[in-house]
């Protein structure tokens, strides 16, 4: 009798606990839904009183005035953020991945000196030193350009802690033999780590690569000229360009958030995972 | 009596001759560092003790342009702000996170990660986008929360010109941003508990009350702390958000430090060096809180040692 109770209430807390939970994702995913159902109405649609919840008629209008654009700024900012983001996430990757290497492997004068160096710039404030950097990179010519826009995000005290740490539990033996038969560290890091680590590669590159496309305050101190215009400049510029035309605005903001999306689907679990650790860290 | 300690980190040979290409991989992390991190702030440390613009030459001042920014009403105004916001999200994020993670438990695995997955989406979306969207959902007219409202027999809410208001349509998007990506880590945290504790208990005839009050809570004591650090000094950062929607009004109601100076950047006509000072003062700040999650891990490694 008293099994069969306790049955019925788990049973019972596990129905109620599925409705919450869903109620919960619905209302999370309910912003984008509704921005998704927006850009395929037209202007008297998408804010009509009383609501309207689906489109009478599926339009691809609002796509359309959102790519051809005149100056073809949108377009052009989604091939040129997609490129900064590509090339950042492979140099990020290359360069703190051997650092995280030398320090989980090598042995050097100042190496502590140095990792402390490396490490710190996980604690200091973007907006402490966003005044100075920018001062810092107009001095060095680079305002409007690719380089300001990829370069000072690149090198992240984060991610050489979290490559190291993953180097660190590998084990030593991987690469002895290797040494042994006369390879040098720089063969052993490329033919030996690199494809030991897809996993911590796979979770900060997309981190890295999300980063990039959603910045938004460095790209606009740096880049005025509408050439190297990334994507979130241009999603801020659309309330003003298209005012109250609700549909195109939604039209171009769910392009915008697609690419970091699909990348989070195609790595989820990776991805979750990372949060852990890198919250639990 | 020196020679042990050493010998523990003594350089052989091999190491020698390894040196060489350590500091050559090293190098592009370290110069880039150098340029983009380590020289910036040296500058604004230095920079915040002169009085200086774009057009005018340097002149040294001392703390001058700390007791300037410190009174300044704007950045004072903004501190506030910050406080209130953080006052006012981080216990809702904890409280939020904690309870869904509960509802999770509750949950088959697969349905789990099937909800977890859903509700991280948002958090991978940028404040700027967030903020479009949300402008929309809150239109005054024909935004879909008003028409609810409505539907419902409330007034219509013009959420962005009234204080009030304003600092509510802020904290949506921002709670709406990092519920996933909390609850997941308040969900792994739960999960850590061991399930013995919990039968111990059971077994005693303890309430599932008291079991929250002397089981759960106590053993994710250090996600609860770190949480609330990362919460407490991602807020004091806002920017994105309180930028799109509000640009930190009505009349400074959600002007927020990030916006203060970006706002005192951007106008190359006023003084910087006093601007400088207040985002020294946000180091010296956001160091202090984060220095909490070094004394918690460090007690932790003692408890464990």
Known sequence: MVIIMKNTTKTISRIVNSIIALAVAFIAL??????????????????????????????????????EDGTMAYARSIFVTMLVAVIAVVLSLLINMMAGYVFARMNFYFKKFLWIYCIISMYIPGMTILLTSYLVVHRLGMLDTLAVLILPGVVSGYNIFFF????????????????????????????????????????????????YWNSFLWPSMTITQPKYMQIMQIIRSLKSVYSTNYGAIMAGTAIAVIPPIVLFFIFQKHIVKGVVLSGLK | ????????????????????????????????????????????????????????????????????????????????????????????????????????????SKMATMIKTAIYIPGIISGIAASVIFIFVM????????????????????????????????????????????????????MNVPSEYYEAASVDGATSFKQLIYITIPQMKNIFVLMCISLTTGTLQMFDIPYMLTGGGPSNSTLTPMLYLYNNYRDTSKGMGYTIAGAVLMLIIITAINSVVFAVIRSEKTVEG
């Open chain 2, 139 to 190: 239109d005054y007219k024909g935004g879909i929360i008003n028409q609810v409202l409505m539907q419902l027999g409330f007034d219509r809410v013009a959420f962005l010109n009234n204080p009030f208001w304003a600092s509510v349509a802020i904290i949506i998007p921002t709670v709406w941003l990092g519920l996933g990506g909390n609850t997941i880590l308040m969900y792994a945290g739960l």
């Open chain 2, 1 to 108: 009596m020196k020679h042990g300690k050493k010998d523990h980190n003594s350089i052989t040979n091999l190491d020698k001759r390894d040196m060489k290409i350590a500091y050559i991989m090293l190098f592009p992390a370290l110069i880039m560092l150098t340029i983009f991190v380590i020289i910036p702030l040296i500058m604004a440390i230095q920079k915040s003790f002169y009085d200086w613009n774009f057009y005018v030459e340097s002149i040294f001042v001392g703390f001058e342009n700390y007791k300037i920014i410190v009174n300044t009403v704007y950045f004072q105004k903004a501190v506030v702000n910050a406080v209130k916001f953080i006052v006012l999200i981080v216990p809702l994020m904890l409280l939020v996170s904690f309870g869904f993670a509960h509802v999770l438990k509750n949950l088959t």
């Open chain 1, 164 to 211: 190291r740490q993953f180097f660190l539990n590998l084990p030593l033996s991987l690469e002895e033999a290797a040494m042994i038969d006369g390879a040098g560290r720089i063969k052993i890091f490329f033919r030996i780590f690199i494809p030991l680590s897809k996993s911590p590669m796979v979770v900060l590159g997309a981190g890295t690569f999300i980063g």
């Open chain 1, 30 to 67: 309910f912003p984008l839904l509704w921005m998704v159902l927006a850009s395929f109405k037209n202007k008297k649609e998408v804010l009509a009183v009383p609501l309207k919840i689906l489109p009478k008629v599926w339009s691809m209008e609002n796509f359309k005035t959102v790519f």
